[in-house]
């Protein structure tokens, strides 16, 4: 059972003029099929199962808010923010989220001081056992903010800071890693990853592309006393992300 609700005070693929969105979606699973978990099969958890694979039992929900101010002559300046929240919970017949339910950061539309899912979750250490990043989560919390002005012809320049994380709420182990991915009141501020960096964008009208360049100046990655990033070390290798897209990061 999900629902996605979106509202937006301009529809068009490429708003010219001021305007701000809300998204919010929610998703429930597996309550149900606890109806009839007397009569299912077990593992030896005692999770029901159905074709031999335990069904999924959880609750998520994220909430994206976002406002874009043009100003100017003809508009021609802008300001964009977003703020996004989201967490899931597993209970009943599951003890963590689905993997596709997980929560991810990073990329293109995310934090663009890192690739794809390579940040957190919290204080964690990147995960070596992968070849691709896969670090995931079970809560989110992000924020986004880009101010973008006119070049020449049709390319727009761009400077954004972006800053968050994903963190654990179930599942971490005995593990110092998955202990360090959990959140927590006392080290939260040290696990928020933050960058910022610059970007180009060609309007095409119908379709916007753009380049953007993050760079880190805190990685909650990193050891304590080290994750201030210095700026001489901004273009080293994985301390910064090159990303393209289509259409605005939000």
């Known amino acids: 059972l999900g629902a996605n609700l979106y509202y937006t005070t301009n529809s068009d693929v490429n708003p010219k003029t001021s305007y701000h969105y809300a998204r919010v979606s929610f998703g429930l699973a597996g309550n149900v099929l606890i109806v009839f ?6 593992d030896e958890n005692g999770a029901g199962m159905i074709w031999n694979t335990p069904y999924s039992q959880y609750v998520r929900s994220e909430i994206t808010l976002g406002k874009t101010w043009k100003f100017g002559k003809d508009d021609k300046l802008g300001f964009a923010t977003r703020l996004l929240a989201g967490a899931g919970y597993a209970y009943g017949n599951s003890s963590v989220l689905p993997f596709e339910q997980h929560f991810y950061a990073g990329g293109a539309n995310s934090l663009r001081g890192w690739q794809s899912r390579s940040v957190g979750p919290g204080l964690s250490k990147p995960e070596s056992s992968f070849i691709i990043p896969n ?39 005995s593990s110092e890693n998955q202990a360090l991915g959990k959140i927590s009141s006392d080290t939260f501020l040290e696990s928020i990853a933050a960058d910022w960096g610059l970007g180009l964008r060609l309007d095409l009208n119908i379709i916007l592309v753009r380049f953007d360049l993050g760079m880190q100046f805190h990685d909650p990655a990193m050891d304590e006393g080290q994750r201030w990033v210095s700026p001489s070390q901004w273009l080293k290798r994985d301390n910064f992300g090159f990303h393209f897209g289509v259409g605005y990061p939000f």
């Open 37 to 42: 978990k007397s009569a299912m099969k077990k």
């Open 135 to 173: 670090q995931s989560g079970d809560m989110k919390l992000e924020a986004n903010m880009e101010f973008r002005w006119p070049l020449l012809w049709k390319l727009q320049g761009a400077l954004f800071v972006d800053a968050g994380n994903i963190w654990l709420l179930q599942g971490a182990d």
